[in-house]
């Protein structure tokens, strides 16, 4: 295995060192190399050896008085420690890019989670999560020189790992200070109960869980509501939870664990508990979870400096001058040269300021002259959509609606082949439609968060093309705003 005639007799040397409760850390040799795949670790809870991966920091030899803050990273089901640095994932570039850019060096520990899930057995035949707490983590803080402490210890993983990424983090808010899961391998109840086929879902959740052989309401005992995120975000439970900074994200393209994440934010959002959420595109693959630590990591640094708020977004906006035309409208140059193909984009609002219409309006055209296309400004709280007439001829009509706009949009979807929302209020009754684009966008503290994920499972049941976005909500309300609409634009035409 690659490193490992090099490495092996450096952790082997680092495990037997008899080190003492000053975590007192022999360093490695001279031909020290960042990344070890096999480090060995026994474990008498679990009585076997093992082995974990690990990322050091470049300057672990050339600064030998640093200590280092550390972050757990747990991989997917069927997956291996190794895992976290294959091609998919490529943990350590990812890293060295990021530090390149400022991030501050930590330690990355990889354990081996086996199909655990990261917990205790039901049955109490396999007690992962007593080896983790009572065995690793001290193993790791006398044999590394980590900053041993909850304020400088954080934790995520990817789907099984998003899974032992929360749990760990729930049930030992003593141990880490900052959580954050990827693509959280968890199923709503209804997903729970009918998920099959039953010899699968045994060997996944109920031998772990309980209730092998059943399916429906049986499958919910209770030892699977006691590691179950849906039942844990409680009003009894937030003192403890809250010590937690979390943070989760998922791609828009799962085949069904968005439906999860989606629902545990609403229910968090519900309950007052703060957190970050992210929805963005992608599946269930490296490719999503390599971009994700591009926010994760640098999250995990602020919470280790003691940072209360978290304002990274990767979309700014760029708002150009520009020029309406008489009747507050903005044709492009291509649609004033009568090139076919025109798309009449209505974009409705419920009264926001002019000189904010005029922003967004140079946010959705700028660079796109050579489109040809006219922008319908409608303010709804001076007169109804019907009501609304324009001179302007399009075979091709675009509806953006913001906040409680959206309510008519909607209910007048018919007119439209691209509906775009972001952060709308919906009716209480809507079908989507199948020859129709969604969109659906707000930030993690949007106000109708609950129905734009209602919206995106609506269109996800009735395999309606769309697009979901949760991103980051910074700094004040109206540049939040106007990044909002640097995510839209892409998907006008």
Same mark, same amino acid.
């Given at each position: 295995?690659?490193?490992?005639?090099?490495?092996?007799?450096?952790?082997?040397?680092?495990?037997?060192?008899?080190?003492?409760?000053?975590?007192?850390?022999?360093?490695?040799?001279?031909?020290?190399?960042?990344?070890?795949?096999?480090?060995?670790?026994?474990?008498?809870?679990?009585?076997?050896?093992?082995?974990?991966?690990?990322?050091?920091?470049?300057?672990?030899?050339?600064?030998?008085?640093?200590?280092?803050?550390?972050?757990?990273?747990?991989?997917?089901?069927?997956?291996?420690?190794?895992?976290?640095?294959?091609?998919?994932?490529?943990?350590?570039?990812?890293?060295?890019?990021?530090?390149?850019?400022?991030?501050?060096?930590?330690?990355?520990?990889?354990?081996?989670?086996?199909?655990?899930?990261?917990?205790?057995?039901?049955?109490?035949?396999?007690?992962?999560?007593?080896?983790?707490?009572?065995?690793?983590?001290?193993?790791?803080?006398?044999?590394?020189?980590?900053?041993?402490?909850?304020?400088?210890?954080?934790?995520?993983?990817?789907?099984?790992?998003?899974?032992?990424?929360?749990?760990?983090?729930?049930?030992?808010?003593?141990?880490?200070?900052?959580?954050?899961?990827?693509?959280?391998?968890?199923?709503?109840?209804?997903?729970?109960?009918?998920?099959?086929?039953?010899?699968?879902?045994?060997?996944?959740?109920?031998?772990?869980?309980?209730?092998?052989?059943?399916?429906?309401?049986?499958?919910?005992?209770?030892?699977?509501?006691?590691?179950?995120?849906?039942?844990?975000?409680?009003?009894?439970?937030?003192?403890?939870?809250?010590?937690?900074?979390?943070?989760?994200?998922?791609?828009?393209?799962?085949?069904?664990?968005?439906?999860?994440?989606?629902?545990?934010?609403?229910?968090?959002?519900?309950?007052?508990?703060?957190?970050?959420?992210?929805?963005?595109?992608?599946?269930?693959?490296?490719?999503?979870?390599?971009?994700?630590?591009?926010?994760?990591?640098?999250?995990?640094?602020?919470?280790?400096?003691?940072?209360?708020?978290?304002?990274?977004?990767?979309?700014?906006?760029?708002?150009?001058?520009?020029?309406?035309?008489?009747?507050?409208?903005?044709?492009?140059?291509?649609?004033?040269?009568?090139?076919?193909?025109?798309?009449?984009?209505?974009?409705?609002?419920?009264?926001?300021?002019?000189?904010?219409?005029?922003?967004?309006?140079?946010?959705?055209?700028?660079?796109?002259?050579?489109?040809?296309?006219?922008?319908?400004?409608?303010?709804?709280?001076?007169?109804?959509?019907?009501?609304?007439?324009?001179?302007?001829?399009?075979?091709?009509?675009?509806?953006?609606?913001?906040?409680?706009?959206?309510?008519?949009?909607?209910?007048?979807?018919?007119?439209?082949?691209?509906?775009?929302?972001?952060? &709308?209020?919906? /009716?209480?009754? $809507?079908? @989507? *439609?199948?020859?129709?684009?969604?969109?659906?966008?707000?930030?993690? =503290? %949007?106000?109708?968060?609950?129905?734009?994920?209602?919206?995106?499972?609506?269109?996800?049941? &009735?395999?309606? /093309?769309?697009? $979901?976005? @949760? *991103?980051?909500?910074?700094?004040?309300?109206?540049?939040?705003?106007? =990044? %909002?609409?640097?995510?839209?634009?892409?998907?006008?035409?």
């Amino acid at each position: 295995m690659k490193n490992n005639l090099l490495l092996l007799s450096c952790f082997l040397l680092l495990s037997s060192c008899g080190c003492s409760n000053q975590n007192q850390a022999v360093l490695p040799p001279a031909h020290f190399l960042r990344y070890a795949d096999a480090v060995p670790v026994r474990s008498e809870i679990l009585g076997q050896e093992h082995s974990m991966a690990v990322l050091l920091p470049e300057s672990y030899v050339s600064e030998p008085g640093k200590r280092y803050p550390v972050v757990y990273c747990l991989h997917g089901l069927g997956d291996e420690p190794t895992s976290w640095n294959d091609q998919w994932l490529a943990i350590e570039s990812t890293v060295k890019g990021l530090e390149a850019n400022g991030l501050e060096e930590m330690i990355y520990i990889f354990p081996q989670g086996f199909r655990t899930y990261y917990v205790n057995r039901y049955d109490g035949k396999y007690p992962y999560m007593d080896y983790f707490v009572k065995e690793l983590v001290p193993y790791v803080d006398k044999t590394y020189r980590t900053i041993a402490d909850r304020n400088h210890r954080a934790i995520t993983g990817y789907s099984m790992g998003g899974f032992g990424a929360w749990i760990l983090a729930a049930k030992h808010p003593e141990l880490f200070g900052a959580s954050a899961p990827l693509s959280i391998s968890m199923r709503t109840d209804q997903q729970y109960m009918t998920e099959g086929p039953q010899s699968g879902w045994d060997y996944q959740w109920g031998r772990i869980f309980g209730a092998s052989g059943l399916s429906g309401a049986a499958r919910l005992t209770d030892y699977y509501k006691e590691n179950c995120p849906f039942y844990q975000f409680t009003p009894e439970n937030k003192a403890q939870l809250s010590r937690v900074r979390w943070f989760f994200t998922c791609g828009d393209n799962e085949p069904q664990l968005l439906i999860g994440s989606d629902s545990l934010h609403v229910i968090m959002r519900d309950a007052g508990y703060d957190h970050e959420y992210r929805v963005t595109d992608g599946g269930h693959d490296g490719t999503f979870w390599r971009s994700a630590l591009r926010e994760v990591l640098p999250f995990f640094s602020s919470c280790f400096a003691g940072q209360t708020a978290w304002n990274m977004t990767f979309q700014t906006p760029s708002v150009p001058e520009i020029t309406l035309e008489a009747d507050g409208a903005f044709a492009s140059k291509a649609f004033k040269e009568g090139k076919d193909g025109a798309s009449a984009i209505w974009l409705c609002h419920n009264g926001l300021p002019a000189s904010r219409v005029k922003e967004i309006i140079s946010i959705l055209q700028r660079g796109r002259d050579q489109r040809s296309f006219v922008i319908l400004p409608c303010d709804l709280s001076v007169k109804p959509l019907g009501e609304w007439k324009w001179s302007y001829e399009a075979p091709k009509q675009v509806a953006i609606a913001i906040g409680d706009a959206g309510k008519a949009v909607m209910e007048a979807s018919s007119r439209f082949d691209r509906l775009l929302f972001e952060d &709308a209020a919906l /009716p209480e009754q $809507y079908t @989507v *439609r199948g020859d129709a684009f969604y969109y659906i966008g707000l930030t993690d =503290t %949007g106000v109708h968060y609950r129905e734009m994920g209602d919206l995106y499972k609506a269109c996800k049941r &009735a395999d309606v /093309p769309f697009e $979901y976005r @949760v *991103r980051n909500a910074v700094l004040d309300e109206g540049t939040s705003l106007l =990044t %909002g609409f640097e995510y839209l634009r892409q998907f006008i035409f």
